[in-house]
């Protein structure tokens, strides 16, 4: 039996996924069942790395969801409109759906599950968070049997790009910012990475996995990188640190091992010890580090984009779908495969930011005054911040730069202790503050 597939959009994963399925010799088995019958495309009239047949490209993307004879719809278009439409018209046509949409899926993930369970058909995603690295399918099979603790992720190879190269030589944000532009690591319009929503979008996803409950975006507490500073990346390896942007997702769960009443879920910069797995994936790279019981830690590394990484995921997906169907989990079976199909459909409790328990790290540009350093001590202190170190890293025209690192502290009593400590008659400034892992 073979199985038709519909595929919306023909850009650079598009192609990469059409390359796979047409090429599929040494490849899973299952792949010569596959074919692609449908493609659409924004304009027709593009040059493509990929030739089909006659009839098979189409502009008339609505007609390829709502098509009888196709088994399986693949969304590559990206975005959230008009993609949302697409992916609910091919569910209510009783069609499986493979998306790397992150967007969509952190937007609406509850519309769209809620209305796949209904129709007994499946959405898998695995191209939607981490490229090409293998980290949903494990999270939903594989590590299920554990009770995960943390996961914490290098999820936007943008800004671990723009990191690297700041700490590699020594520039600011905005001058390696516009090479990456330059060079296509980076969108004209880099908001969305920069300043941490497309991670945002990952984390929920991977959270609402890591601790069976649906994600409200808002939940997700986000800060980008926009204010890292060359002098940050030199403070922090001089301490033994570098910075990554980080999404955490954890939780603290009950003695008997039950789901975390809520968990917490954020995005920001963060000093990461040097001996920390995460600290040495640098580039472009991804990686997703999940700490369960009993496993212990495992860590998930990888190509985060490109055609062949993305691809390889989005495949991987179809493949599984079709083993689903050909093991006897059809569309009409509305319980289907409990390993593939969504099956939670609560909302996992976020706690607010407030309440997260962290280091913290400040750079203060100060007067060279000798009672700064005690005066700082004293405003930290006042509000039951403990520090952890304090150094006079400098001392210039502009008066004294000290950089403190504080033991673990709740980060409402963090966020008090600083706006006491920005009133001091002797604070210039806090240029810089990050979280210390």
């Not at 980080?246 to 008997?256: W, Y």
């Not at 909302?347 to 009672?371: E, G, K, N």
């Not at 502009?398 to 006491?420: C, M, P, S, Y």
Request: charged content about 20%.
């Amino acid at each position: 039996m073979g199985y038709n597939v519909g595929l919306l959009g023909l850009g650079t994963v598009g192609t990469g996924t059409a390359k796979i399925i047409m090429d599929s010799v040494g490849r899973h088995p299952l792949l010569e069942e596959i074919s692609i019958v449908r493609v659409g495309v924004r304009t027709l009239d593009k040059a493509r790395a990929v030739e089909f047949e006659t009839g098979v490209v189409t502009d008339d993307l609505a007609s390829i969801v709502t098509d009888p004879n196709i088994d399986i719809i693949v969304e590559l278009i990206g975005g959230v409109k008009p993609a949302l439409n697409y992916i609910l018209t091919a569910i209510e046509h009783g069609k499986h759906v493979v998306t790397a949409n992150k967007a969509v899926i952190s937007r609406h993930g509850d519309e769209i599950f809620t209305a796949a369970n209904a129709k007994g058909v499946y959405v898998l995603l695995e191209a939607a968070v981490a490229g090409g690295i293998p980290v949903l399918t494990p999270l939903k099979q594989a590590l299920g049997v554990n009770r995960i603790n943390r996961v914490t992720g290098i999820i936007n190879g943008t800004t671990n790009y723009i990191l690297t190269r700041m700490k590699n030589e020594g520039v600011d944000f905005d001058e390696v910012l516009a090479d990456a532009q330059r060079l296509g690591y980076a969108e004209a319009d880099p908001t969305a990475d920069v300043d941490g929503l497309d991670a945002a979008d990952k984390i929920a996803i991977l959270a609402s996995l890591a601790f069976g409950g649906r994600i409200k975006l808002d939940d997700v507490y986000c800060e980008g990188i926009r204010k890292i500073s060359a002098a940050d990346i030199a403070y922090a390896e001089k301490l033994g640190f570098t910075i990554k942007l980080l999404a955490i997702a954890q939780g603290h769960r009950p003695e008997n091992g039950a789901m975390p009443t809520e968990i917490e879920l954020k995005v920001h910069p963060t000093l990461l010890p040097k001996h920390h797995p995460l600290a040495t994936v640098d580039g472009v790279n991804n990686a997703v580090l999940v700490e369960a019981d009993p496993l212990g830690e495992v860590m998930f590394y990888g190509p985060g984009a490109g055609e062949g990484a993305t691809a390889s995921a989005v495949v991987s997906d179809i493949v599984s779908i079709v083993a689903a169907l050909e093991g006897g989990s059809q569309a009409s079976n509305a319980s289907g495969n409990p390993l593939l199909r969504c099956s939670h459909e609560h909302y996992t409790p976020v706690a607010p930011m407030d309440a997260s328990v962290s280091r913290f790290y400040a750079r203060i540009l100060t007067q060279d005054r000798p009672s700064v350093i005690g005066h700082i001590g004293l405003a930290f202190g006042d509000h039951g911040v403990s520090l952890e170190s304090v150094v006079q890293i400098d001392v210039h025209d502009r008066g004294a730069e000290i950089v403190v690192i504080t033991h673990k502290v709740n980060e409402g009593k963090f966020q008090a202790a600083l706006t006491a400590l920005q009133a001091l008659e002797e604070v210039v400034s806090v240029p810089s503050v990050l979280r210390v892992w």
